[in-house]
């Protein structure tokens, strides 16, 4: 299946995601850069929840850019393979290069607002991400790697402090909180 076809499957646990699912498959069907950052309104970019293998931490990277810990992942940069470009994300951030999806379905849905911000040098506009985001597992003894660029810390958090230790409010009360709870209605594989 491709992405329109994923998006279009995925069965919406919330009404954000209700209204997030119909925009972005409206938003596929209308720009053919969406794909892509040139697309300056709006495109897609992928995350992956990774969680241990007991599914009671999660592993954040300190973001330079939000100046908060958060989840991992990536812009597409015209890739539709998105669960590839999630997990090639976690392995750039983080250094782990064994994680294993847990489903090769979409784990969550939502559009993330980006506020203007200057990178390598230029000005990048607010926008719209369209983030498609998949679950996986990965062993916290892996070793951590913390990728400069982007991120000053790599490190596990018990799903209690990762409603904490983020500054973002609105991503722990709306994101972080649907994607810990959806992991509790799991049964492990």
Not at 31 to 46: G, T
Not at 53 to 73: E, F, P, Q
Not at 114 to 140: C, I, Q, R, W
Request: glycine letters at 4%; one cysteine or more.
């Amino acid at each position: 299946m491709g992405l329109f076809e994923d998006i279009e499957a995925y069965k919406p646990v919330n009404r954000q995601e209700e209204y997030d699912k119909a925009l972005m498959l409206q938003y596929l069907e209308q720009h053919a850069d969406c794909l892509s950052r040139e697309n300056r309104i709006a495109h897609f970019s992928a995350s992956l929840w990774t969680v241990n293998r007991a599914r009671t931490k999660t592993l954040m990277v300190y973001h330079n850019l939000y100046d908060s810990w958060s989840w991992i992942g990536g812009h597409a940069d015209g890739e539709a393979d998105l669960r590839a470009v999630a997990l090639r994300e976690l392995r750039e951030e983080t250094g782990v290069k064994n994680a294993r999806l847990l489903s090769s379905g979409i784990f969550s849905l939502e559009t993330l607002t980006v506020d203007g911000h200057v990178k390598n040098g230029d000005y990048v506009p607010s926008h719209l991400h369209f983030n498609v985001t998949y679950l996986a597992e990965a062993d916290e003894r892996e070793a951590l790697v913390v990728c400069e660029a982007e991120n000053q810390a790599v490190k596990w958090w018990s799903f209690e402090e990762a409603q904490r230790i983020p500054r973002e409010t609105w991503m722990i009360e709306h994101i972080y909180k649907k994607l810990i709870h959806k992991c509790s209605q799991m049964p492990h594989i």
